[in-house]
């Protein structure tokens, strides 16, 4: 730790007569909990934002990256405290400043633009009504019809169209990518120094998120305010900033300019990140077989990769969708509704043993296919088979029945398990609810379970709550093995996870693909993760299949100005790769 | 990306041994087991208020139930030569105005008043989860039906309810039709609390992958929904044993409570000490203060296991 601090003081010390650092951080820490027993979360973390730089702190969840500038702007949450190191801003230090002081500094010098666009907008408000009152409380304008004027300026500078008629709209009617344009437009209403953007994307579609990243570079860069990005995304963080920190449980563990860092990665952790990233991967998968992974990699993903794919056109259909439609009426003023076409006219065929990927945006209408396809809503017209057996008109038995052959895995791995329910008992339930087996035999199950997802047996008398995501995910994939399925339909599996155990995790499903010979429907919006996984793509929008095609096809020679967006949208697709 | 007008940052790396790499997602099993219930028993054991309410609740439930442990003074004996007499040797607490000895008039109250309480939250927890479940769980004109009832039933004050319950039926008076007119009036609280709790906890995908999995509703109802939603009411109906206690006495000081006949009741006590309040101030005291003491009891208790099952409220103590 203390020699993380001198060397990077060494670093200031040999830049320092050029520019003075906007913000300088140096052996900061932080600790959480009671005064007695301090839980260190930070420690000693130290580095500088010049005025007009982009740094990107990148860690996975829990590695500190967040903590780190909430300490800055002194917003750490509960019994979160600076306990150690100073942050100078400007020279000055503000590092446990009264809180009054900090309030002038938050919003007009330092701006922050929050992880969540969901929760960080009031409800009850209107956006303009927010937005006018970050202008009024920065002090930026004065006067009625100067704050509105500037708020509508605000709103269209980040890149909302209407902004004027929008003011009055609130938050619900607003979609998230522009929730997320309305803060970062809060963020930057008082144009602020440093703008401190804490995964400001994460909850975006790819493309919604090259939108919003583009227009805020362009802002930033011609006021000349420093950017601290803060994201578990190495591609975003490398394409988007000049220099990079890499943090690790709480400790810096490399930083530098950012190109340099992905091309030689020198501390193990970062070289474990760079070659799980499948951002990056994505680039390395097919180009050329040939070259081994990284040494450092845990996961032969690329391998994997190549072992799932002369697998194409295997076996016999096992998920069959022809003209699939499902309409929803929307209420539409106070009589009357309106038909929408949450999905329309999707055709495809998945071979047993095979992995489809069905990709697209927020609204493009994946999920409401997966959940056709598993029953839980009904088609409004077209039909699906599973297994060669049509499902339209199922009822009672037979569609209990249907159950066992097709199980899901959900997206949210701290959702999908019941809290009260251990582990043991929640892999249990799927043979309890079709009685499979005796006690002793479903205890014997749930074991053999737990090791093939590569869990240890104790497991079996936890709790969800004491898992990590990861773990959580493989307890969902061993809950929808049980019943000895042939198809599993993975709905965001892994989309919630740190790319080292989102790595982990399809890893494993590409095992158990292989072992078991299962089919998989993989709903996901990343398509980086497709190229890993998926045989063939199914690329939605708006409802409807665009393009269809094995996944080298998609990746290689995209036929649809849509799909060549969305790959486009990758975040560090251009940037080349040297895993040393 | 704009012209650097700062310096080019060096590339650092923290040393290896200081920053040592940990497997990924290592399982750690060494820990405790927890979930709700377990963090919550966990929590509660370490506070002294948990032990302070649950010592007087015991205290309180050991009285109703054997009272002649505590005294061996027949409450009802009534001997006016003893008038407003004040403690002597048997009689710690002296004498009421039919001179009846007051200490055992408190213990004999006091099974009245838990029966009552006890009672009322049964019932209230009982209606009111039916009622909050199916509303919450199925919605719809079930809600729609449920909850316009529960409206109405809380639209009329209890204590009025319960006048006019307890007047009707003034000829059959007992523990059940008292707690029948407070709890029969109080559950629309309990079935609201329960059904915005299950509102949310529906929308859960563990709720969904049961149903996927071909649990019945019913089923998924009472195993994942209903235990992941009952906290907040356990909550609240601990808080309102206390309530019921007090409304007891309350209908009883209003004389449409038991009957002080046949029932002793805190209640009856303090209703018939108020006119002896300048003359003999403890004989409305000492059952006041029973009062006080029990409903304090289940009060804490209740705060206890709302601060227990709040994992906030257990973060920032």
């Known amino acids: 730790m203390n020699g993380t601090t001198q060397q990077n003081e060494e670093n200031t010390v040999q830049t320092d007569s050029a520019v003075q650092p906007l913000l300088s951080v140096r052996d900061l820490r932080v600790a959480f909990g009671k005064k007695k027993e301090p839980n260190e979360v930070l420690h000693g973390v130290g580095f500088d934002v010049y005025p007009g730089e982009t740094v990107a702190i990148v860690g996975e969840s829990g590695s500190g990256k967040s903590t780190t500038m909430h300490a800055v702007i002194n917003l750490l949450p509960g019994t979160g405290r600076i306990t150690g190191g100073s942050v100078l801003w400007k020279g000055r230090e503000i590092a446990n400043l009264p809180r009054r002081e900090m309030e002038q500094l938050r919003g ?117 305010t420093a950017v601290v990005f803060i994201t578990h995304d190495l591609g975003l963080a490398a394409e988007r900033a000049e220099k990079l920190i890499v943090m690790y449980k709480g400790n810096i563990v490399e930083s530098g300019p950012s190109r340099e860092i992905l091309q030689h990665p020198q501390h193990p952790y970062t070289k474990r990140l760079v070659s799980a990233a499948p951002s990056l991967a994505s680039r390395r998968i097919g180009d050329d077989p040939s070259v081994p992974t990284a040494p450092t990699s845990t996961f032969d993903l690329a391998a994997l990769a190549e072992e799932t794919k002369p ?102 791995p701290y959702g999908s398990l019941d809290p009260l329910h251990n582990i043991g008992n929640t892999i249990m339930e799927p043979l309890k609810i079709h009685n499979v087996g005796d006690a002793a035999s479903r205890k014997a199950r749930v074991l053999e379970l737990l090791d093939q997802v590569a869990l240890p047996r104790e497991l079996a008398t936890r709790y969800p709550n004491e898992l990590s995501g990861g773990q959580r995910q493989r307890v969902a994939v061993a809950r929808g093995l049980a019943l000895k399925p042939d198809i599993l339909v993975l709905d965001e599996a892994v989309s919630a996870l740190d790319v ?81 | ?207 969904m992958a049961s149903e996927a999995l071909g649990l019945s509703r019913m089923k998924t109802l009472a195993r994942h929904v209903l235990p992941n939603s009952l906290a907040p009411l356990i909550v609240a109906t601990t808080l309102s044993l206390a309530a019921a206690i007090v409304a007891e006495s309350v209908l009883s000081f209003l004389g449409v409570g038991l009957p002080a006949k046949d029932f002793i009741s805190w209640g009856n006590d303090i209703s018939a000490a108020q006119r002896d309040l300048r003359t003999a101030p403890m004989t409305l005291i000492y059952p006041s203060l029973a009062l006080t003491i029990t409903v304090l009891g289940f009060v804490m208790l209740g705060e206890v296991v709302r601060d227990a099952l709040d994992p906030k409220a257990r973060a920032q103590r």
């Not at chain 1, 970062?184 to 790819?206: F, H, K, M, R, Y």
């Not at chain 1, 997966?370 to 049509?390: D, N």
């Not at chain 1, 990343?526 to 665009?546: E, N, P, S, T």
């Not at chain 2, 003893?82 to 048997?90: E, I, L």
Request: aromatic share 8%; net charge negative; charged share 20%.
């Open chain 1, 108 to 224: 007009r010098d330092i701006g922050l633009v929050p992880q969540d666009p969901m929760s960080n907008l009031n409800p009850v408000w209107s956006i303009g009504f927010q937005v006018e009152e970050a202008i009024r409380a920065n002090g930026v304008a004065s006067g009625r019809k100067e704050v509105k004027q500037r708020a509508v300026e605000v709103l269209e500078q980040a890149g909302l169209q209407n902004a004027a008629q929008r003011m009055k709209q609130y938050p619900h009617q607003f979609s998230g990518g522009m929730k997320q344009r309305a803060l970062i437009g809060i963020g930057l209403a008082a144009n602020p120094e440093l703008l401190i953007a804490d995964e400001p994307t994460s909850a975006l579609d790819v493309t919604v998120q090259r939108v919003v990243l583009d227009h805020l570079e362009k802002l930033t860069s011609e006021s000349g």
């Open chain 1, 311 to 412: 697998k194409v056109g295997k076996g016999e259909p096992m998920i069959e969708v022809s003209d699939l439609g499902k309409i929803y009426k929307l209420r539409k003023g106070n009589f009357g509704s309106e038909d929408f076409h949450a999905v329309s006219g999707a055709t495809f065929t998945v071979n047993r043993g095979e992995t489809m990927a069905l990709v697209g945006e927020s609204g493009s209408g994946k999920s409401t296919i997966a959940k056709m396809v598993l029953q839980l809503e009904k088609p409004s017209s077209g039909s699906i088979r599973i297994a060669g057996e049509e499902t339209a008109g199922l009822s009672g038995r037979k569609l209990f029945d249907l159950r066992r052959t097709l199980q899901p895995v959900f997206q949210d």
């Open chain 2, 1 to 207: 990306m704009p012209e650097p007008k700062h310096p080019i940052p060096e590339h650092f790396v923290a040393p290896f041994d200081e920053t040592p790499v940990a497997a990924v997602d290592a399982v750690k099993i060494d820990e405790k087991k927890s979930n709700l219930w377990l963090d919550a028993w966990r929590d509660m054991r370490r506070r002294p208020m948990f032990w302070i309410s649950a010592l007087i609740i015991l205290v309180v439930l050991l009285v109703s139930l054997f009272p002649t442990l505590f005294t061996q003074v027949d409450p009802r004996a009534a001997d006016l030569e003893f008038t407003k007499a004040g403690p002597s040797d048997g009689h710690p607490l002296g004498f009421n105005n039919q001179g009846q000895d007051i200490y055992a008039r408190i213990i004999y109250g006091t099974s009245t008043s838990v029966s009552v309480g006890l009672v009322v939250i049964l019932m209230t927890f009982v209606i009111g989860t039916i009622m909050g479940a199916l509303a919450g769980y199925f919605g719809g004109f079930v809600d729609t039906v449920i909850s316009r009832v529960g409206d109405i039933f809380f639209s009329i004050p209890y204590i009025l309810a319960a006048v006019i319950v307890m007047t009707v039926f003034s000829e059959h008076r007992n523990v059940f039709v008292i707690s029948l007119a407070i709890g029969g009036f109080s559950w629309p609280v309990a079935a609201r609390i329960l059904r915005s709790e299950i509102l949310q906890v529906k929308n859960a995908d563990f709720v």
């Open chain 1, 500 to 580: 080292l155990v989102q790595a982990q995790v399809l890893d494993l499903l590409a095992e158990l693909q292989r072992d078991l010979g299962l089919t998989y429907l993989f709903i996901t919006h990343d398509l980086a993760v497709v190229r890993l996984i998926a045989d063939r793509v199914c690329v939605m929008q708006q409802g409807r299949i665009v393009e269809q095609a094995t996944t080298d096809e998609v990746f290689e020679n995209p036929q649809q100005e849509y799909t060549r967006n969305l790959l486009a949208a990758i975040p560090g697709g251009s940037i080349e790769l040297g895993v040393s």
